[in-house]
């Protein structure tokens, strides 16, 4: 222990040890951790497979099989000085979780752009100190892991208890057993992260919450409240609760358990009077015994859960002995009714709902994979703008805060766990764990995740390469199996890329069926299996970079690709894939397709095709010296290092600003929106007299299009257009404007103008004011614009951030995918106009935090951020 921290981890040990005890504590631990990347200098090296029988060991709860006990003798780890309670960590860095280590390096062009070019690999710790107070010694004390990316090993006191090998899955750690009452006691986590892991940036670190709960022995376990809505109409709901109560005391206990719903306000907590108090249920628990209880309660005239009024409920189980509560739980839920249908598609609360939905990665762009609720509220209000109403969370399970938005927020979720079963698809994937951690993950993450009444369906696997052989449907029943037992209330699915999944057996095994990137097979899928419901679990993966536009334009997918950015005409796409207009009308015509699922609503860091680093991908360059150079390259190294450092599928971009196909998709999923948008814009000076085709997206069904006030032509959207399209307007500098109509009458305008030269900065932020709480976040538009006041779509240049006052800038940004500058770092280019800050307050603060940004020669500017 750091002599520094001693007087303040005594005086804490007092204060708490006088403190009373209550039923359930649980609190944020997120804050004032130590971190080091790296073992100690002569460490052995450690492999994630040496920890296996330990950590498996704390996993039994979860297995139907209890696992073989670990060995005896000293665990992986624990002759380590950085797990040891007396190792002084004060010259570790201080910092607060969640925390990804990846995303603070620099890009460097030597990594794959596969995984985002930055140093998420390799191992890394983290310490704390936990004061345990006196009066603890009939409690438990549990640590709450949310993500940990990845292997992570749990050390109390030098005591290696607990951990797990996937960095998605939420988990606990007993502490009870190894934590000295009246004392410090120190906590250390060992994460190691190794190479070909991952098919994308998957981050570093504890970059999800953690959290310490302490209960009574005689408690509610996590995970073991289930609330299920069997029975929903208008004009009454059956909400039936299973609890679980465990007695981890020495000696028997009688109890009564009850279990009342209460409406919930904005947070999920208990609002007014129970709506209809249950009656308390007693038992008696022996030492070491857990039983379950059921509750059935019927409400007349429920508040359902929809996504356009997205009303909750919360149930509260008390556990009492006498008159004294062991336990209380809060538990948030929806009422709602869910349905798939062969026929007809998805229905919710007994109407049909068509599935706009978008596929998401995990990582915040420049926050990298470190969780931050203000961050993903953000993205869900953009895409919520674009007719957005679902996600599928791909390809793994989210983090706990987002199911908390998109049950407030009213989307949608497929929430899904595997991207990998027993065949690899990287050297040291999932596939490693597959045999021994399957079945703990997906019973932690059907647990964790069942009561959000967001979530529609369970997703277990992406592309997994088992789809087209022979031990592919036992795996997947076997998966499907498990499921069912923790939560038979919602059916599964898999994401398929292979056709004959859908024909070969191992459609039976799934309730749902999702086809990636098929649209033209739905048609054959409904026929041969007319009973089984469908949807695109993956759609589209058009490409594009926010601002590009390559000429001449072509309906070719291979062509519009210049300078390592890729046109946004959004008419390129990989060989899988297809434009967005294609899977439109497939679902158009096909009303038993549930919806899509759009790879993908943000770009994300990784996976930058079409300029991936493997140059057998080099036959999608288009023809030209961009090809001839990556054949040379290859040639002579058998590699080419491409700079991009992030996707191009993106609808918005990484800094979260809207490229021209957030319009395509708005007009298509909000009709009843006026809205039209004209893309290229119109500075082109190097064009004049030269064809440079025009697209208009609009909710309308006609439009006519003007160019400094002349018409060039009305045009209508014919059965299966979602575009208009003016292919021979030559360019000339001036204004281009469009009229929509919609049955006739004029329904929306939109206008592009050349530009002056810029002139000057404008900044522009989200929010006003925000939480000085060093968590929530404003996020600055910075635009370049001429003197007019209009934004220079072409500009480029370098800008610089500063802050004055108590408050900070987390990080930069510019959607460029091939900007190699630091997300750290203040100084940035703006890319094709726009710039990104990210400020925070500190925690405390009272003043205002001005943010200023400067360019040579053109105007600043500046906005101020308050604290709420």
């Not at 109407?351 to 926050?367: E, I, K, P, T």
């Not at 199996?481 to 859908?502: F, I, T, Y």
Request: aromatic share 10%.
């Amino acid at each position: 222990m750091s002599t520094s921290t001693a007087p303040l981890i005594l005086m804490a040990l007092a204060l708490i040890s006088s403190a009373p005890a209550q039923a359930r504590e649980r609190q944020d631990w997120s804050a004032g951790w130590r971190f080091a990347k790296g073992d100690p200098a002569g460490a052995p090296a450690l492999k994630p497979a040496d920890f296996k029988p330990w950590l498996l060991a704390g996993a039994a709860p979860l297995l139907a099989t209890p696992p073989a006990a670990p060995p005896t003798g000293p665990a992986p780890g624990e002759s380590l000085t950085y797990a040891q309670p007396g190792f002084d960590d004060a010259g570790w860095r201080q910092l607060d979780l969640p925390h990804d280590w990846g995303v603070e390096g620099d890009f460097d062009q030597a990594l794959p752009g596969e995984t985002g070019k930055l140093p998420w690999q390799g191992v890394a710790w983290y310490r704390k100190h936990l004061a345990q107070p006196a009066g603890a010694a009939g409690q438990r004390t549990v640590l709450e892991i949310d993500g940990a990316l990845a292997n992570s090993a749990v050390y109390c006191n030098g005591r290696l208890v607990g951990g797990w090998a996937y960095g998605y899955t939420s988990y606990q750690v007993d502490l009870t057993g190894c934590l000295k009452p009246g004392a410090d006691n120190t906590l250390a986590i060992r994460l190691d992260n190794p190479p070909d892991s991952s098919r994308w940036y998957p981050g570093g670190g504890l970059y999800r919450h953690v959290w310490l709960t302490r209960t009574d022995a005689v408690h509610v376990p996590a995970g073991q409240v289930f609330v299920r809505t069997p029975q929903v109409t208008p004009e009454r709901a059956t909400v039936a609760v299973r609890v679980a109560v465990a007695n981890e005391s020495r000696a028997p206990v009688r109890v009564g358990v009850t279990v009342d719903i209460y409406r919930a306000d904005a947070d999920g907590h208990p609002v007014g009077k129970p709506l209809l108090p249950s009656r308390e249920q007693p038992r008696t628990l022996k030492a070491g015994d857990r039983t379950a209880l059921d509750f059935d309660v019927r409400l007349d005239k429920p508040a359902l859960w929809d996504v356009s009024s997205p009303q909750r409920h919360v149930a509260v189980t008390v556990v009492k002995q006498g008159g004294r509560v062991l336990d209380r739980v809060e538990t948030p839920f929806g009422i709602r009714q869910i349905a798939f249908t062969a026929d007809d598609g998805f229905h919710l609360n007994g109407r049909r709902v068509q599935l706009n939905g978008v596929c998401m990665h995990h990582d915040l762009g420049a926050l990298g994979a470190a969780f931050n609720v203000r961050a993903a509220e953000r993205q869900l209000g953009l895409l919520r703008e674009m007719g957005v109403n679902a996600l599928r969370t791909s390809h793994n399970p989210p983090a706990p805060e987002l199911l908390e938005l998109t049950d407030r927020m009213g989307f949608l979720v497929v929430d899904e766990l595997f991207d990998t079963w027993t065949h690899a698809k990287k050297p040291n994937d999932y596939h490693q764990h597959f045999a021994d951690w399957s079945e703990p993950d997906l019973r932690a993450w059907v647990r964790r995740d069942r009561n959000h009444p967001s979530v529609i369906l369970w997703s277990i696997g992406n592309e997994i390469h088992e789809l087209g052989r022979p031990d592919g449907p036992p795996v997947a029943a076997r998966l499907a199996g498990l499921v069912k037992q923790e939560d038979p209330s919602r059916l599964v699915s898999a994401a398929a890329n292979v056709v004959q999944a859908g024909y070969n057996g191992f459609q039976k095994t799934v309730d749902v069926f999702g086809y990636n990137y098929k649209p033209k097979e739905y048609a054959k899928f409904h026929a041969a299996n007319p009973a089984q419901p469908l949807f695109g679990s993956e759609t589209a993966s058009t490409l594009s970079t926010r601002g590009e536009y390559v000429f001449p334009v072509s309906d070719d997918p291979t062509q519009g690709r210049a300078g390592f950015q890729v046109s946004s005409y959004d008419l390129v796409y990989p060989s899988w894939a297809t434009t967005p207009d294609a899977e439109f009308k497939a679902q158009d015509q096909q009303r038993y397709v549930a919806g899509e699922f759009v790879w993908t609503g943000f770009d994300y860091l990784g996976e930058p095709t079409p300029y991936n680093d493997d140059l057998t991908n080099v036959l999608n360059f288009p023809e030209g010296p961009e090809r001839e150079r990556a054949r040379e390259e290859l040639a002579r190294l058998g590699k080419i290092q491409m700079p991009s450092r992030s996707s191009y599928f993106g609808i918005l971009d990484l800094a979260g600003f809207k490229k021209d196909r957030f319009y395509l998709y708005q007009a298509h999923w909000r009709p009843e929106l006026p809205m039209a948008h004209i893309l290229p814009h119109w500075n082109w000076p190097e064009r004049v007299g030269q064809v440079t085709p025009v697209h208009v997206y609009t909710s309308g069904d006609e439009a006519e299009l003007f160019l400094n006030g002349r018409s060039l032509g009305r045009k209508k959207k014919a059965e299966g257009d979602y575009r208009l399209r003016w292919d021979d307007v030559v360019y000339e500098p001036g204004e281009l404007r469009v009229v929509a109509y919609k049955a006739g009458k004029e329904w929306a305008r939109d206008r592009v103008v050349t530009t002056g030269a810029a002139a000057a900065l404008q900044l522009a932020a989200d929010r006003s004011t925000i939480a000085a709480d060093g968590k929530d976040l404003a996020f600055v538009t910075a635009t370049v614009a001429d003197a007019a006041g209009q934004a220079v779509p072409r500009s480029k240049p370098l800008l610089r951030f500063a802050v004055d006052g108590p408050g900070e800038i987390v990080a930069t940004d510019n959607g460029d995918p091939t900007d190699h500058t630091a997300f750290k770092a203040t100084e940035r280019r703006a890319f094709n106009s726009l710039a990104l800050a990210i400020v925070k307050l500190k925690p405390g603060a009272t003043g205002a935090v001005t943010l200023k940004v400067s360019s040579e020669g053109l105007k600043p500017a500046e906005v101020v951020i308050r604290a709420r």
